[in-house]
């Protein structure tokens, strides 16, 4: 297989099942120690690589011509749980696939544990979007989990008993040890939200990159799903998610990344109910009733060849889409 440039092996390997386990069994010790008290205000640049499991300096990317973020530089350290959030386009989707080695940057340079991206793919679970997914495929709830074993397991080997007991406890992990049988496209948009976290808390990673994980589920399942989450954070894993719910971002996150093209705001998650940040971050998406901030978003959105799109929009609406930004880039 031809990888791009700046891909590696382990890169492609995300790619082809968008998960990633580590070979070997041992983690790096109390990495929760590492955590710092921020990396925004007053902490020296250098000490906040060291200690950061996420590193960008200068990062701008895109797609063919289209710029998706500009000048972004931030440092997340180990055992976060960090919410990214702003408007559609803003690049929020953009920034995972950075960190997950899947987009090459313009410029700037990227460090995802230590490393750059995609290099340590094994030990990185990036879930994109579950809209993404074709749910007439014939796979189980226990299919899809096991697959966050596959980089381990290689072409020719066969789960192992550590496999299988993986699979098992991240399915009890997020309530689904009744469903792993059920074909995936059966499960209700919950249940498949609680399936694909399954998949990556099987692969047994240090860093999380979710694109909406809990978007669009009722509130059980996503208090559940959060729980899981903090619970990882706890064991000294990153977690990075994109949430267009800034009041599970305000109540359960721990800090917050407001982007719109580069960065807003980085730090306590109390910063998504600041007005001036809301009004840098969503800018026209914002109104203002009553003397309280609305923001006028539409949660359903992800990357294409022409960068952040909807879902919902029809076949004809996409093509007249990409028309009317072919005459404005004069293509």
């Known amino acids: 297989m031809t990888l791009p440039p700046g891909r590696s092996p382990d890169a492609a390997e995300t790619t082809d099942h968008a998960w990633s386990v580590r070979p070997d069994a041992h983690r790096r010790a109390d990495r929760a120690d590492r955590r710092l008290p921020t ?84 030990r990185v679970a990036y879930v ?43 399915l009890e992990q997020v309530g689904m040890s009744a469903e792993l049988g059920t074909q995936i496209g059966r499960l209700s948009g919950g249940q498949r939200r609680r399936v694909f976290l399954a998949r990556a808390l099987a692969a047994q990673p240090d860093l ?30 990153t977690v990075l998610a994109t949430t267009h719910d800034l009041a599970c971002a305000a109540q359960r996150f721990h800090t917050v990344l407001a982007v719109n093209r580069t960065v807003v705001a980085h730090g306590a998650s109390s910063l998504v109910l600041d007005p001036d940040v809301l009004a840098r971050t969503y800018g026209g998406h914002l109104l203002v009733v009553g003397g309280r901030s609305v923001v006028l978003d539409d949660a359903h959105h992800h990357d294409d060849a022409h960068g952040e799109r909807h879902f919902h929009e029809g076949h004809e609406t996409r093509r007249a889409h990409r028309r009317d930004g072919a005459r404005r880039s004069g293509r």
């Not at 796979?139 to 496999?163: N, S």
């Not at 996503?222 to 903090?230: A, P, S, W, Y």
């Open 39 to 122: 990396v925004d205000a007053g902490v020296d640049a250098g000490h906040a690589r060291a200690h950061a499991d996420v590193w960008l300096s200068d990062v701008s990317a895109g797609y063919g011509d289209r710029q998706a973020l500009e000048k972004i530089d931030v440092a997340v350290e180990a055992g976060s749980l960090l919410a990214i959030v702003g408007p559609n386009g803003a690049g929020k989707s953009t920034l995972l696939k950075v960190l997950a080695g899947l987009l090459t940057p313009w410029t700037g340079r990227v460090e995802v544990l230590g490393h750059p991206a995609g290099q340590q793919a094994r």
């Open 128 to 170: 994109p979007q579950a809209e993404l997914v074709d749910w007439s495929f014939p796979v189980t709830a226990w299919d899809v989990a096991m697959m966050g074993r596959y980089p381990a397991l290689g072409p020719l080997r066969r789960p192992t008993a550590v496999d299988t007991r993986a699979v098992r406890e991240a």
């Open 208 to 237: 999380y990159l979710l694109d909406e994980p809990v978007t669009g589920v009722d509130a059980t399942t996503q208090e559940d799903l959060m729980d899981v989450l903090e619970a990882e954070a706890r064991r000294g894993r």
